[in-house]
């Protein structure tokens, strides 16, 4: 079994940074594709970016392009989300999730992932 802790999330003011960290523990997820998802209030969950194993592709929504960029330390078994330039519309709840099944190709949809953490809020005013 796989347990995922998020951490790094807060309150900060529009075009300022944040670092998220994912933290994997019960087994390794090296070999796993890993993603980050997040959900605005009375919005659906909508994938953010993701990582193959081995850190060489990298996946990212449109309206993260640019200013977010997503890495992995697979010694440490932790997965990162550096925010820049944030916005009032990232404000969210962010989750990262990994499983067996997802490959990069089907990173962004949440049904291929099998565990995820239970989240960390993000809020950013303007």
């Known amino acids: 079994q796989v347990r995922l802790v998020e951490s790094g999330g807060g309150l900060v003011q529009a075009g300022t940074s944040l670092r998220l960290s994912c933290a994997a523990s019960?087994?390794?997820?090296?070999?796993?594709?890993m993603g980050w998802f997040r959900q605005a209030p009375g919005k659906e969950r909508e994938s953010v970016a993701a990582?193959?194993?081995?850190?060489?592709?990298?996946h990212y929504s449109d309206s993260v392009k640019g200013r977010f960029t997503v890495s992995r330390d697979n010694v440490r078994d932790t997965m990162y989300l550096q925010m820049n330039s944030l916005k009032p519309e990232d404000t969210a709840i962010y989750s990262c999730?990994?499983?067996?099944?997802?490959?990069?190709?089907?990173?962004?949809?949440?049904?291929?992932?099998?565990?995820w953490g239970q989240g960390t809020q993000v809020t950013v005013a303007s």
């Open positions: 019960g087994r390794s997820v090296s070999t796993y594709v």
């Open positions: 999730a990994t499983g067996p099944d997802v490959s990069i190709y089907t990173s962004s949809f949440a049904r291929t992932y099998r565990y």
């Open positions: 990582i193959t194993s081995n850190g060489g592709t990298t």
